[in-house]
Structure formats: C-alpha cells, structure tokens
C-alpha cells in the first residue's frame, strides 16, 4: 500500500518539476526576490524589511500559483488522456491514486518553497549581515496553507475542468484572505440576512490570513509557538478534509 502511494507520487513529482511552467515560476521566483535588492536601497534605511516582504510575498504568491495551475489539472488530465483506466485496472485503490497525486504535487510545491527560501535567506543575509530566524516561522505557516490549497486544488481536479478549478481555488484564496474583513464590513453596514451569509463564509470557509505572519515577521514582532502550532494544525485539518472529499468524489467516479 504505502509503495503505490508513493510510486505515483514519485511520478507525479517527476513531472511536476520537468514541468515549464515550474521552471518559469522558479525563474520569476529568482527575479523578484533579486529585484528586492534594487528596490531596497530606495526605500529610505528599509531595505532589509523590503527584501523581507518582497521575498515572503513571492514565496507565497508563485508557490500558489503553482499548487492551482498543476493541481487543479493532476487528476482531470489523467482522465482526459484516458491514462486513468491504466491505474485503476491495477491493484491500485483509489484512495490511494488521490493520495499519492497529493504527495507528489506537495513535493513538487514544497521544493519550490525550499529553494526561494534559501535564496531569500541568502540575499537577506547580503543585505542585513544577519539571519533573521523568524523568516522561518513565517514560511512554516505559507507552507502549511500551500498544503492546504494544494489539497484543494486535487479535490478541484476530480470535479471540474481545470479552468473551473482554478477560478474557484482563486476565489477561495481571495475570500479566505478577506474573509474577516467582510464580515467586519457586513456587520457595521450589512442587514441581517447579509450578516447571516457572511458568518456562513467565515466559517466554513479557511481563515487563510491566519496563517499569514509575513507582516509581522517582517516588523520584528516574535511569533508565539503556541500559535504556530494551532495554525498549524488548522490548516491540516482542512487540507485533510479536502482529501477526504476529494476521495469520496472519486470513489464515486465512473469512467467510460
């Protein structure tokens, strides 16, 4: 069992990195982390904290864009090339076809994640002559909710077109960055039955900018252990989630 989940996620992983557009990703990735250099030294004795917010948004933002472009395509595309009827005519249960697309996706995300945050370190280290620990503890909590969109993303894979699953996990990550804000919003200027809706979302919906410390890391504030784990452990159980439904879905799938 654990050698199947682990062969096609070894696979997926393969093509996960031979993919152009991680590559492309990677080198954007390389060029907006440098481009902090350049920007800094603008930015009137804050060029240490741009390098910072620079770096840590990017980390964030293309790792994302990685998790829902080939997420959101790693179980359609099989299906569309007719690939799948070769995996399910083995011994393979689909739980663990999902499983290990996960795993395999996850690696692929989390190299990415790996190698901007060596470089960042390493250009935060040209620029303030130091390590800054704490930009570990902010990369922790964006690797945390990557595995939660990545999660997302397959569970999207089983159920829409790629275009439909990225639009969707689009908007769940804008929504779950802005969640509390609307409800803030709808509760000051919002009727009832707005209010009621906008609880609806805050809840059942991931508060993703709890997993967001970049600002505060970035300013110097210590992170509180305890609170990392809880986000931690916050966004596993929605990433879990997401897999369980993702299974249930395609447990379900009929293929002609």
């Known amino acids: 069992m654990k050698a199947i989940v682990l062969g096609i996620a070894a696979n997926t992983f393969r093509e996960g990195v031979r993919d152009r557009l991680f590559l492309a990703v990677g080198v954007f990735a390389a060029f907006v982390l440098a481009s902090s250099l350049v920007i800094g030294p603008l930015s009137l004795g804050e060029q240490t904290r741009i390098t910072e917010d620079i770096g840590l948004a990017a980390i964030s933002i293309l790792s994302f864009m990685i998790a829902v472009l080939v997420g959101t395509s790693i179980v359609y595309r099989e299906i569309e090339r007719r690939t799948i009827y070769t995996v399910i005519s083995k011994p393979v249960e689909r739980w663990q076809f999902i499983l290990g697309k996960f795993v395999g996706l996850a690696g692929t995300v989390t190299l990415l994640v790996a190698s901007m945050t ?19 503890v902010a990369i922790l909590l964006t690797w945390m909710e990557l595995m939660l969109l990545t999660a997302l993303s397959v569970l999207m894979s089983t159920i829409a077109s790629p275009i439909l699953g990225a639009i969707f996990s689009l908007l769940l990550y804008v929504i779950g960055h802005a969640s509390a804000d609307i409800r803030d919003l709808a509760v000051r200027f919002g009727s009832g039955v707005l209010r009621v809706m906008t609880d609806v979302v805050y809840y059942a919906v991931p508060n993703l900018e709890y997993l967001n410390v970049r600002s505060k890391v970035t300013h110097g504030v210590n992170i509180d252990p305890a609170y990392v784990a809880f986000a931690s452990a916050y966004a596993l159980l929605y990433a879990i989630a997401f897999l369980v439904i993702a299974v249930l879905v395609f447990e379900r799938k009929e293929f002609k």
């Open 118 to 136: 060596v470089l960042l370190l390493l250009i935060d280290f040209a620029v303030a002559r130091q390590f800054n620990g704490n930009i570990l």
